[in-house]
């Protein structure tokens, strides 16, 4: 596609039950990066992706959030028994290798209550 | 944890003025990139600027880079309200970038 596409825009979730975040990278895009952005902060990184293959997932706050990109092209970022302290917005960026700027997409805002 | 931080945190200038941003970072880096976030969207890339670079422009924006003192300054001019927005700074070392806590501009009519 064009551009950088992420699902949904908005989720709202109670606290214990497990989402799916799902990010759609450009076509031919090598490697495809998660971050996590809190209100007013910039992004903080979670995890990296070159081709299917995880290369860094040293940011993933614990061993609640998972992330895959099974095919080298579409990522799903998990999160298992949401925590209030997981609302924020998820972004997904993805880039050519070696990369020059990342394209991000709109993110994922979500809320748990 | 960031490795970035902007100055200011805020700026406030009327429709027309030179705006300038300041990122300071702590590591070598590979390049800086800046970016622009409007509220409640995605990051939109501006510039990048590699580490053996020192000044890039691109249209009304210009970046200078000074590895010594490991800082970077984004120049706008002749600022236009729809370049009101947070504006971010980001090193990248090795693939992962390390975000500042971003600048927010508001360009008054």
């Keep these: 596609g064009a551009g950088v596409s992420q699902s949904p825009r908005y989720k709202v979730a109670k606290r214990g039950q497990d989402v799916a975040l799902r990010c759609d990278p450009i076509s031919g895009h090598v490697s ?21 293959a995880q290369l860094d997932k040293s940011g993933l706050p614990s061993d609640r959030f998972f992330a895959e990109r099974p095919e080298g092209s579409v990522s799903t970022l998990k999160i298992q028994r949401t925590q209030q302290e997981d609302s924020a917005v998820y972004l997904c960026a993805s880039s050519t290798d070696p990369p020059y700027g990342y394209t991000f997409g709109s993110g994922t805002r979500l809320t748990v209550v | 944890s960031q490795q970035g931080e902007e100055d200011p945190q805020a700026l406030s200038i009327q429709e027309g003025e030179n705006a300038t941003m300041n990122c300071s970072y702590k590591t070598s880096i590979n390049n800086l990139q800046w970016y622009r976030q409007n509220s409640g969207r995605g990051l939109v890339h501006l510039i990048l ?11 009304r924006l210009r970046v200078t880079l000074d590895t010594s003192k490991k800082s970077s300054s984004l120049l706008i001019t002749a600022s236009r309200a ?20 971003g600048t927010k501009l508001i360009i008054k009519p």
């Design chain 1, 32 to 52: 495809l990066f998660w971050y996590q952005q809190a209100l007013g902060q910039g992004p903080e990184f979670l995890t990296y992706f070159q081709n299917e």
């Design chain 2, 49 to 59: 600027i590699r580490s053996n670079e020192r000044e890039k422009h691109s249209g």
């Design chain 2, 82 to 101: 729809a370049d009101t927005a947070s504006y971010f700074c980001a090193t990248d070392s090795n693939y992962q970038l390390i975000w500042g806590a």
